[in-house]
C-alpha cells in the first residue's frame, strides 16, 4: 500500500511526546513490511541548527501557495529517516516556520498546520503519488480529510484515498474562532464544516470526515466516548464508534531492552536475572543509599502533571515509608506542588527515599532496571509506554486501570499467581494503598515474583505485533471502494 502519514512531530526531527515516536516507529515497521510509506511534517528551525546530523536535500524549491488571502512560498526537502528506507518531507516555509519551537499557541498553529496538510496535498500531486492512506496524527493535521474533500475532490489521484485520523491525546483539539476561516481558505465550505458553537474546532472536524479513526489503546477508544474523558467530543465519537478502533502504541524495543541497554552498568535477560540485581545494588549506590538491603523499591520515572495520578500519594506514600521497609526512588519535573512533595519525601526519610528534579534519560533506564517495583498510579494515560517499558526491564508496574495501563498489565491476581502487575480501579488514595501493599507483600515471595517478573519481560509490545493491527484497518480500508 501507498501510505502517507502527516504529523506536526516525528522522532528524531521533532518530538515533545509520545506522537513523534508512534509515527516514527509505526513508519519504520510498514517500510519493513514492503509497503510505501512517505512521511510529511514542518522544516522546523531546530532542524537546520542540528548541522550535518541530517542533511535534507531539496526536493521541490520555491512553490508559491494561496491560503484564504495568504500567499506563501515553501521548498519541500527530503531525508531518509534513520534506520529505514522511508523517506520524510519536510515542507520549509519559513514565513509559518521559521522562528519559535515545535507549537506557538492555537490561534497561530491552525494556520501553520493547516499549509502544513495543504502543501503536502499538493507535493503528492507533483510526485504524481495516489495514496491509499493519508494517516493524520491529533488536533495539527485533523482537517486533512476536510481538506481533501473542499479542495482536492476533483483530483483522481485523490478518488481512492482513505483517511485515518489518531487521537494520540483528546484534551488537545485545536480550537479558533469561525473568524478564522477566511484565513484558512474554508469559508466557502462551511457546508462540510460542524462549526457549532462559533468555533471551528479542527479535532471535531477530522472525527466527522475521517474514514476511520484510531485512539492509542482500547480502552481509551472507549473512554473518548463518555463525558468524562471526551472533553466535549464524546457525543460525536458515540456516533461514529463503528469507525473508531483502539491500537495500543509499539515500543521500540532497540532502546529500551535490557540485555543490550548502553544506559545500564550490568545487563540481564529473562533466563539470567544476576545482572538486575547488580543494577538494583548500582543505582542504590549511586544515590548514596545503602545497596545491600533486601527492601523493594520503588520507581517513579514521569512528568509530574494532575494527569499522571500523584495526587493518589501525598498521604499515602509518607504513611508507607514511615511503616514499611522499602525505598522510593523518583525522577520528574513538572507542577511546583509535586517537585515539593517529593522533595519533602526525601528529607523527611533520608536514606529511604529520593528524588531527581528533571529530565535525565540515562536515569530513566537505571530506574527501569534497579527498581524492583515501577508506579504510574496515572488519572488518565491515552497509551503510556513506561508501563510497557518496566515490564521488560522486570519491574512489575503499579498502575491504575485506564487507558493504555488497563490494556497493557494484566492484574496480579493473589490467588492463582498470575498476573504482570498491580491494577487498581479506583482513583482514591484506598485503591492506590491497596494495590502498593499488594504489590509489597508479594514481593517478599520469590517464587512468586519470579513468575512476574518473567511473564512480564516475555509480553511483545513491539511494533512488529502492533503494527499489523493498523496494516489489517488500512487494508479493509483501502478494499472499501
Ligand atoms: P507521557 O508521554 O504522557 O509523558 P509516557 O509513559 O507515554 O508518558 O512516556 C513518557 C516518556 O518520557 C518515557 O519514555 C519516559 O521514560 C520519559 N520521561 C518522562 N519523564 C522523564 C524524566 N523526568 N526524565 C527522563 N525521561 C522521562
Known amino acids: ?24 516507529g509505526l513508519s519504520r515497521f510498514l517500510g519493513r513490511t514492503g509497503h510505501d510509506v512517505r512521511i510529511f511534517l514542518p522544516f522546523y528551525p531546530s532542524l537546520a541548527s542540528d548541522g550535518d546530523r541530517y542533511v535534507p536535500v531539496d526536493f521541490i524549491r520555491d512553490v508559491p501557495v494561496q491560503l484564504g488571502p495568504h500567499r506563501f512560498t515553501y521548498t519541500v526537502r527530503t531525508v531518509l529517516l534513520p534506520d529505514s528506507d522511508v523517506s520524510v518531507y519536510f515542507i520549509d516555509c519559513p514565513a509559518l516556520f521559521g522562528r519559535g519551537g515545535i507549537y506557538h499557541g492555537d490561534r497561530d498553529d491552525s494556520l501553520r498546520f493547516a499549509l502544513l496538510t495543504v502543501a503536502t496535498f499538493e507535493c503528492a500531486q507533483r510526485m504524481g503519488w ?127 531492552n535490557p540485555e543490550t541497554d548502553p544506559n545500564l552498568f550490568y545487563h540481564y535477560s529473562v533466563d539470567d536475572l544476576a545482572g538486575k540485581r547488580n543494577c538494583k545494588r548500582a543505582l542504590l549506590r549511586e544515590i548514596g543509599f545503602d545497596e545491600r538491603t533486601a527492601a523493594p523499591v520503588v520507581g517513579i520515572v514521569s512528568r ?30 513538572g507542577e511546583p506542588r509535586y517537585e515539593e512533595f517529593f522533595q519533602q519525601l526525601e528529607r523527611s526519610f533520608p536514606g529511604k527515599a529520593w528524588f531527581y528534579r528533571g529530565y535525565n534519560e540515562k536515569l530513566a533506564h537505571q530506574i527501569e532496571a534497579g527498581a524492583d517495583i515501577f508506579l504510574m498510579p496515572s488519572k488518565f494515560e491515552p497509551c503510556g509506554l513506561n508501563q510497557m517499558y518496566s515490564l521488560r526491564y522486570g519491574t512489575p508496574p503499579i498502575v491504575r486501570k485506564t487507558g493504555g495501563l488497563a490494556d497493557t498489565v494484566e492484574p496480579f491476581n493473589p490467588a492463582t499467581g498470575q498476573g504482570t502487575g498491580f491494577v487498581f480501579e479506583h482513583f482514591t488514595p484506598a485503591g492506590f494503598a491497596w494495590a502498593l501493599d499488594l504489590a509489597l507483600n508479594a514481593f517478599h515471595h520469590p517464587i512468586l515474583w519470579r513468575r512476574m517478573m518473567g511473564d512480564g519481560m516475555t509480553r511483545d509490545f513491539s511494533w512488529e505485533v502492533q503494527g499489523r493491527e493498523y496494516v489489517e484497518l488500512y487494508g479493509r480500508l483501502a478494499a472499501s471502494h
Not at 485533523?142 to 484534551?171: C, M, S
Not at 509530574?304 to 519535573?333: E, H, I, N, W, Y
Request: aromatic share 10%.
Open 1 to 24: 500500500m501507498r501510505i502517507l502519514q502527516l504529523a506536526a512531530e516525528v522522532t528524531p526531527f521533532a518530538k515533545t511526546g509520545g506522537l513523534g515516536d508512534v509515527v516514527a
Open 130 to 256: 495516489s495514496p491509499d492512506i493519508i494517516h493524520c496524527h491529533d488536533w495539527h493535521t485533523a482537517l486533512a480529510p476536510v481538506y481533501r474533500k473542499a479542495f482536492f475532490e476533483w483530483d483522481g489521484l485523490f478518488q481512492r484515498t482513505r483517511t485515518v485520523l489518531t487521537i494520540h491525546n483528546i484534551g488537545f483539539q485545536g480550537v479558533v474562532d469561525s473568524s478564522r476561516l477566511i484565513d484558512l481558505g474554508l469559508d466557502p465550505y462551511t457546508r462540510l464544516l460542524d462549526l457549532s458553537p462559533g468555533y471551528l474546532n479542527f479535532l471535531r472536524n477530522g472525527i466527522l470526515h475521517a474514514d476511520a479513526l484510531t485512539a492509542v489503546s482500547r480502552t481509551y477508544a472507549r473512554e473518548i466516548q463518555t463525558p468524562e474523558l471526551g472533553f466535549g467530543l464524546e457525543g460525536l465519537l458515540r456516533a461514529r464508534r463503528d469507525r473508531l478502533f483502539g491500537i495500543v502504541n509499539g515500543v521500540d524495543y532497540e532502546d529500551w
Open 304 to 333: 509530574l502533571t494532575p494527569q499522571k495520578g500523584f495526587d493518589l500519594c501525598f498521604d499515602t506514600l509518607p504513611a508507607f515509608l514511615a511503616q514499611r521497609d522499602m525505598r522510593l526512588v523518583a525522577l520528574g519535573s
